[in-house]
């Protein structure tokens, strides 16, 4: 496995022109591959009275964003995308398998592994697959969504730390669109938590790209307990 040092000289490069409609088409709410129907335990969190109104949101994203995101999912996303562009198999088996040993929830696996699966499919279908026979690494067993965007990012010729910023964006959008179908929260009041938000994910890149492996592991004990109470619950918009 290479040395996961090496994502962060590459998160300085400069994005090009057709790097950033990729990125855009990446993270688009259009990308046909369901991510409109998972909340990430987010409408857990409703029913149970933790998250009511703009402000009790506003603070359970920033938890989420600075315990979860900023320690699982951006710093692994720039390790796997460092190893995509190094071929190295073995790195991308490492990591893939890292996730989904951190999924802490059945919803929240799947919800890796069918965005994964879905985004796998779509490629297929634009033929931008990782294709071994043109030398590029063995996808890994069951690749999931965080392992399918690093590969888009790096087909898609996009900077590291431009990826980590897009997929950080992708899942303040998703979660504050779940927020507005399955809370009394309009869409003012939405871009007024985006507006705030924005900083907060600039500096969860910045904290992403420096962490060691060792420090690497979310911290999210309550959206775990609100994601295992989703899987009984009786009404449900979301799919977690």
């Not at 900023?70 to 088996?93: I, Y």
């Not at 919800?111 to 279908?125: F, H, P, W």
Request: charged share 15%; glycine share 8%; net charge negative.
């Amino acid at each position: 496995m290479m040395d996961t040092s090496t994502h962060i000289k590459e998160s300085t490069s400069t994005i090009s022109d057709l790097g950033l409609l990729g990125l855009m088409q990446l993270i688009s709410p259009a990308l046909p591959i369901g991510a409109f129907a998972w909340s990430q335990g987010l409408e857990s969190a409703f029913e149970l009275g933790w998250v009511t109104n703009e402000q009790e949101l506003g603070e359970w994203l920033t938890g989420v964003l600075g315990d979860g995101l900023t320690r699982c999912e951006l710093p692994v996303l720039s390790r796997l995308q460092a190893c995509w562009a190094a071929n190295d198999s073995d790195g991308l088996a490492y990591w893939n398998d890292w996730i989904h040993a951190n999924r802490e929830t059945a919803e929240i696996s799947d919800e890796d592994t069918l965005l994964g699966m879905a985004l796998m499919r779509l490629l297929v279908s634009l033929e931008l697959q990782p294709k071994t026979q043109w030398g590029h690494a063995k996808l890994p067993d069951n690749p999931g969504y965080v392992t399918m965007f690093a590969w888009t990012a790096h087909q898609r010729q996009i900077p590291v730390r431009q990826s980590l910023l897009g997929f950080a964006w992708a899942w303040l959008e998703n979660q504050l669109a779940a927020a507005c179908k399955a809370l009394p929260l309009g869409h003012t009041a939405a871009q007024r938590l985006n507006e705030q938000l924005r900083p907060q994910l600039v500096a969860a890149v910045d904290t992403a790209l420096v962490l060691t492996d060792e420090e690497l592991g979310p911290i999210l004990p309550g959206l775990a307990l609100g994601s295992a109470h989703h899987e009984t619950q009786y009404s449900r918009l979301f799919r977690s």
